[in-house]
């Protein structure tokens, strides 16, 4: 992969993370897994596990000695509903609540915010590197035709304004870093288990599939590409 050697993905034990991480597993010197439980991460001869809650600084600061210098950071997490809590995306705004707002942007922006606010500085500023989170196209504010699901579109929208901070920020003094946003598609995971029955044939994705496609545009990407979001074909997502 584009000279990758050391790759952190966190969310590792999800869908999507799970199977980013195995496929750098067969590609990388070492992949590091990161997820809120231990035993729920994938192994693997090269695959160091990490046990961390994104949404809590303390436990990220306390994983960083062990990560060293990646060169790839991919942040797989994300939340759309959750049967536990009772989140489900809203259909109107008459349906917004608080506590929905904070679950969703917790896990879909201000995770990966803080992921990035202490890996950014361990990535190496010489050569090219890639800082990667999972966008959504829904998260497109020119692209949103249909409205609805208010704090999952919202969460994703913003995270796209936050890697744009990010590559404006980080091209002052490491030129050949990428910070994008990637939608994977719809992927057969958790996050989408609920809506899989509106998804048009042919486009609910395996795992395996959905982690190959999105490698192959991280092995395209160019500094120039760096604060914008790609789907899982390469195309450009507008903001």
């Known amino acids: 992969m584009s000279g990758f050697q050391r790759a952190v993905v966190f969310g590792a034990a999800g869908g999507i993370g799970r199977a980013l991480t195995e496929a750098l597993a ?9 997820g809120r439980r231990l035993e729920a991460l994938p192994t693997g001869a090269n695959i160091l596990r990490h046990q961390a809650d994104i949404t809590d600084e ?22 759309l509903s959750d049967a536990k809590t009772g989140l489900t995306p809203e259909k109107t705004y008459r349906q917004q609540d608080m506590q929905a707002f904070e679950q969703v942007f917790r896990s879909n922006t201000f995770g990966p915010a803080l992921v990035a606010k202490h890996l950014l500085d361990l990535m190496p500023r010489d050569r090219r590197t890639v800082f990667a989170a999972l966008g959504a196209r829904v998260g497109s504010i020119s692209d949103n035709r249909l409205g609805g699901w208010h704090a999952y579109r919202a969460s994703k929208a913003a995270l796209v304004m936050l890697m744009r901070n990010y590559a404006i920020e980080r091209a002052r003094k490491a030129p050949e870093a990428i910070c994008v946003c990637l939608h994977p598609g719809t992927v057969r995971s958790a996050l989408s288990a609920p809506f899989q029955a509106n998804v048009p044939e042919g486009k609910l994705f395996e795992p395996a599939f959905a982690a190959a496609a999105l490698l192959e545009v991280l092995d395209g990407l160019r500094p120039q590409d760096s604060g914008k979001q790609f789907d899982y074909a390469g195309r450009e997502i507008p903001f």
């Open 26 to 34: 067969t590609r990388v010197e070492v992949v590091h897994a990161v």
């Open 58 to 79: 303390a436990q990220i600061e306390a994983l960083l000695p062990a990560l060293g210098t990646p060169d790839l950071v991919i942040v797989a997490t994300g939340v």
